[in-house]
């Protein structure tokens, strides 16, 4: 049974201090892209990328359920996956006090994606 969700990837603003809270749609198929949206729930027909505005560092990833066919979520920028990263959707599920710091960074101007692992 495939169970989609949604959660909330958190950016840093390295040039100005300033918190991107951006949301996310989580398909739950293996190898598909997560959708990203800026104002309320991101959903399946949203962009596969949000764009950075400055230079930021992924700070935190809040998932509201699990899904049930795939585990983790693999950053990408300009469509290359960004090495040595891979998220465990049950380390970031919005019910934890407490998840794992993360300490991603992209440059201004990256589409920054995930692919469902």
Known sequence: MVTTTNGTATFLGLETGKMYNVDVFISDVVG????????????STSQNFWRAPENVQLQDLSIVTGPTVMVALVPTSNDAVVPNYRFRIANFLNTLTTRPSITVGFASGRNIGMLQA
């Open 32 to 43: 598909a892209p997560v959708t990203w949206g800026v104002s309320g729930n991101a959903v």
